[in-house]
């Protein structure tokens, strides 16, 4: 199952890398594209970021191996200043009931959606056994209280009566300059 997901985000960053992979790339690609291209090395400023992550399926099969735990490492040069937008009135409960993108950002609150509506989506590929079919998902992120971030994905188009899927991310500062910390 191949997952496309492409998010953009209000960033700030005082260097930047235009673009960077990684992830275990034999199962799973990630590419990064920050605009404008030229940033200030004095000063920190706002970009359009947009993280693009395929995932292979497992030879012989039309599904990717499952994950438990997703973790994205940023450069250090790159600060997100999420405390600068409001935060989303429900909580994960709330917006998973959201029948709808319009229902999850009316619940949320004006404001606290993160990515932009045009090109944040995911297709999800479903094995059927002898073949698969895709279902299209609109993702939309919304800042969280506590540096959270929801990342609401609705299936859309003939699959729109399928429930929402709210995953919960959190953005963390690495204690040990490692990767990884928990």
């Not at 985000?9 to 990684?22: D, E, K, T």
């Not at 090395?41 to 039309?62: E, S």
């Amino acid at each position: 199952m191949r997952k496309y997901l492409i998010l953009a985000l209000a960033a700030v960053m005082a260097i930047g890398a235009v673009s960077f992979a990684g992830a275990g790339e034999e199962i799973q690609t990630q590419e990064v594209k920050i605009s404008p291209k030229k940033i200030s090395k004095k000063k920190f400023q706002n970009v359009k970021y947009v993280n693009t992550i395929l995932t292979k399926d497992v030879p012989g099969t039309n599904q990717p191996p499952k994950a438990v735990r997703t973790v994205v490492d940023y450069p250090k040069n790159m600060k997100f200043n999420n405390a600068k937008f409001p935060t989303c009135k429900t909580n994960q409960d709330g917006l998973t009931a959201a029948p709808t993108v319009e229902a999850a950002k009316a619940a949320c609150g004006k404001g606290t959606n993160v990515s932009e509506d045009k090109g944040s989506f995911a297709t999800i590929k479903v094995d059927t056994g002898a073949s698969f079919f895709e279902v299209p998902v609109q993702v939309v992120a919304f800042n969280g209280k506590n540096n959270v971030l929801y990342l609401y994905s609705k299936p859309t188009g003939d699959f729109a009566g399928i429930p929402a899927t709210v995953l919960v991310g959190k953005l963390k500062k690495s204690k040990s300059g490692k990767k990884y910390d928990r």
